[in-house]
């Protein structure tokens, strides 16, 4: 059988603000002790999760997703905001949403990156968008149901800071015991000609 990959699309955070994530996890962890949390350096806010790719054809969505990223410029985005998916009385991801100037670049790069990927023959799992970064995901034992509906309400102005997306990484997937471990497999520079927020 053909060798594969997991492979999904994203940009990474700085270091900054992975400190400042880091330092909120700390925080909240305590009202969610069955939480599996992200580590910083694996920060990530996903543009697309395509699944599993024969290797073979990872050049191929690696050169789609650089072509569909060229024309953009840098842009300005915020981490800001403690939510949860499904929502926060029955929490399973607990995450910060993404704002700032930069949100209707963001959304248009998306749409590019997943209509090329969708060319080269890889649409995404999921096409719809609500950018945010995965801060750890919860699987409460039955009986021990966690509610973070105050913890979301009490850090709903929290923000992480702005900084500058410059760069979209297709990255591969590889569950450990420990939990996934992501590796760059390509980077696409942001450096074209449509307008974008800088700092």
């Given at each position: 059988m053909a060798s594969t990959s997991r492979i999904f699309v994203a940009f990474t955070i700085p270091d900054v603000q992975r400190t400042?994530?880091?330092?909120?996890?700390?925080?909240?962890?305590p009202e969610m002790p069955n939480a599996r949390w992200v580590t910083p350096e694996m920060f990530h806010v996903t543009l697309a999760f395509l699944g599993d790719i024969p290797d073979t054809d990872l050049n191929v969505v690696c050169r789609a997703v650089a072509e569909a990223s060229k024309g953009f410029k840098p842009f300005t985005v915020n981490l800001q905001s403690l939510g949860a998916f499904p929502d926060p009385a029955r929490p399973r991801v607990a995450w910060v949403g993404v704002t700032g100037p930069g949100l209707d670049v963001l959304a248009d790069l998306q749409q590019s990156v997943v209509r090329a990927v969708g060319e080269a023959g890889y649409p995404p799992?999921?096409?719809?968008?609500?950018?945010?970064?995965?801060l750890g995901r919860l699987k409460p034992k039955k009986g021990d149901e966690v509610d973070i509906t105050k913890l979301v309400a009490h850090?709903?102005?929290?923000?992480?800071?702005?900084?500058?997306?410059?760069q979209v990484v297709t990255f591969s997937s590889t569950?450990?015991?420990?939990g996934p471990a992501y590796m760059a497999m390509s980077r696409a520079p942001l450096r074209g000609e449509k307008p974008g927020s800088t700092p």
């Open positions: 400042r994530l880091g330092r909120l996890q700390g925080l909240i962890a799992d999921d096409e719809r968008f609500s950018p945010h970064l995965t850090y709903r102005t929290w923000s992480a800071g702005n900084f500058t997306v410059s569950l450990t015991p420990e």
